[in-house]
C-alpha cells in the first residue's frame, strides 16, 4: 500500500514566479498540513463542497435559470472559467490548483438575477456601504459558510484570499487611496476591516496565478454569452460580421466548411474565438514575463503591471465583441423586461426583509434581530437581509417573492415565450 505522502503534490517544474504552496503565508486559523494534498489543492477543494459554489447551478449568467437547460448558469460558466485558468497556468508553469481555486470562487458572491440582482442590491444597500459581489465573496469565504467546528467561513490561504479579492488588480493605489473604479463608491467597508486582519496588500497586483483566472473570465464570459445570444436568437451568426474579430473567424469556417449547420457553426465560431484568445494571451504573457524575468512571486505583485494579458490588438477585438453584446444581447428588447423584473423581485424582497427580518428563514431573522450579534442598528440589519438574498438562487428568490411579496410580474422571468431555442 502507498504510504500517505505518495499522494503529496508533484514538484513538477514550477517557474520562479509562481506562487508556492509550501511558502504559503498560512491561514487566519492555523491547521495541520494535510498528508495528501497542497495548501492551494485544500482551497481549492473547500470552495467546491462550499453551500455557496453548490448554488450557483441555479444562479443566472444571462439567462435566468427558470430557462432552457441549454443556457449558461453561474455554475457552468465557473467550470468553463476554471479550465482555461488551468489551461493558462500550466502553458506559463504556475500553480494549477492556485489558479483554479481562483477561478472556481470568482463568482461565488453574485446575487440571485446576475448583474440585475446585484445592481438592484447595490441601489438599496447605497445607505448601508453598499453591494459588491468580490466583496461579498470574502464574506462568504471568511464569515458567511459554517460548515466547521471550529470556525466561520472557509479558513482559506492567504494566497486564496487575495486571488478572490483583487484578481482583477489592485484595489487601493500606493497612497491609499482607492482606484479609479471605486473612487466614487469607497472600497468596500468589510474588506478594508478584513485587510486589518490579513493583510490582503490591496495596492499590489494578484498573483499570477489570479491574473490567470480573471484572463479566464474574460474569454468565457465573451465567447460564452455569444454562443448563448445565438443559440436564443437575439441575433444571427452573420449579424457577428459586424465585429472585424468574429468577422475573419467566420470566414475561415465559410472557407473550411462551407455551407455547415447552424448548431455546428455557432460552435464552431465559439472554439475559435476562445482558442484565439487563449493563444493570444499565452504569447503576450510570456513575453511580458520574459521583458520583468521575475525570480520571485513578489516580483509580480510589485511588477506595477499585469503580467498575464491580452495583446493590444485582441483587447481591441475583445473590446468590439464586447460593445456588441451590450447592445444586441444585454440590452436586447426581449431580455430587459427580465432584467427590470429580477430588479422588482430583489428590491421587493429588500424592503420586506428590512422591514420584518422575522420572515427570513432562520439563522438569518435571528441575527438580524438579535442584541448579540450587534445588529440591532439599521446598518446591521441591512446588511443580514443582503447576505441573505444575496445567497438566494434564482428559483428561491421568485418563491419567497411570491410567498412575501405577490405574484406581480413575476410570470415574465419564464422566457420560453420571448426566445426560440434555435
Known amino acids: 500500500m502507498l504510504a500517505p505522502q505518495s499522494f503529496a503534490p508533484q514538484s513538477f517544474a514550477l517557474a520562479p514566479y509562481a506562487a508556492d504552496w509550501r511558502a504559503s503565508r498560512g491561514r487566519l486559523f492555523p491547521e495541520p498540513a494535510s498528508p495528501t494534498r497542497g495548501n492551494f489543492q485544500r482551497d481549492r477543494d473547500r470552495i467546491i463542497h462550499s453551500t455557496a459554489f453548490r448554488r450557483l447551478a441555479h444562479k443566472t449568467q444571462v439567462f435566468t435559470a427558470l430557462e432552457s437547460d441549454h443556457f449558461r448558469t453561474r455554475l457552468t460558466h465557473t467550470m468553463e472559467v476554471a479550465q482555461i485558468a488551468r489551461a493558462l497556468a500550466r502553458g506559463l508553469r504556475l500553480d494549477e490548483d492556485l489558479a483554479e481555486a481562483a477561478a472556481l470562487g470568482h463568482d461565488l458572491g453574485h446575487a440571485c438575477f446576475g448583474h440585475a440582482g446585484e445592481e438592484v442590491l447595490d441601489a438599496c444597500m447605497k445607505p448601508y456601504g453598499g453591494f459588491d459581489h468580490n466583496a461579498q465573496t470574502l464574506r462568504i469565504v471568511t464569515k458567511l459558510e459554517r460548515r466547521y467546528a471550529e470556525w466561520d467561513g472557509l479558513n482559506l490561504c492567504a494566497e486564496t484570499l487575495q486571488a478572490l479579492v483583487k484578481h482583477n488588480g489592485p484595489l487601493l493605489r500606493p497612497d491609499g487611496k482607492p482606484m479609479p473604479r471605486y473612487e466614487k463608491t469607497g472600497l468596500s467597508g468589510y474588506i478594508l476591516e478584513f485587510d486589518g486582519i490579513v493583510d490582503l496588500q490591496l495596492a499590489e497586483h494578484a498573483s499570477a496565478e489570479a491574473q490567470c483566472a480573471a484572463l479566464a473570465d474574460d474569454i468565457a464570459y465573451n465567447a460564452h454569452d455569444m454562443d448563448d445570444g445565438l443559440r436564443a436568437n437575439l441575433f444571427a451568426p452573420d449579424d457577428l460580421r459586424e465585429v472585424p474579430f468574429t468577422a475573419a473567424l467566420l470566414e475561415e469556417i465559410d472557407a473550411r466548411h462551407p455551407h455547415l449547420e447552424r448548431s455546428r457553426l455557432i460552435h464552431e465560431l465559439s472554439r475559435r474565438v476562445i482558442t484565439r484568445l487563449v493563444e493570444d494571451a499565452f504569447c503576450e504573457s510570456a513575453a511580458r514575463i520574459e521583458a520583468l524575468k521575475p525570480q520571485t512571486p513578489r516580483a509580480i505583485a510589485l511588477a506595477g503591471a499585469p503580467v498575464v494579458a491580452f495583446s493590444a490588438e485582441k483587447w481591441r477585438d475583445l473590446q468590439a465583441l464586447r460593445a456588441f453584446l451590450f447592445t444586441r444581447m444585454y440590452r ?41 450579534y450587534g445588529l440591532r442598528d439599521e446598518a ?15 428559483v428561491y428568490a421568485v418563491e419567497q417573492a411570491r410567498e412575501f411579496c405577490g405574484p406581480a410580474r413575476l410570470e415574465p422571468l419564464r422566457q420560453r415565450d420571448l426566445f426560440s431555442q434555435g
Open 332 to 372: 436586447h428588447s426581449a431580455v430587459m423586461p427580465v432584467w427590470e423584473n429580477a430588479q422588482t423581485i430583489v428590491s421587493g424582497l429588500f424592503g420586506r426583509f428590512f422591514a420584518q427580518p422575522e420572515n427570513m428563514s432562520e439563522p438569518w431573522a435571528t441575527q438580524a434581530q438579535a442584541t448579540r
Open 380 to 394: 446591521g440589519r441591512a446588511r443580514v437581509v443582503a447576505d441573505y438574498i444575496a445567497g438566494m438562487t434564482d
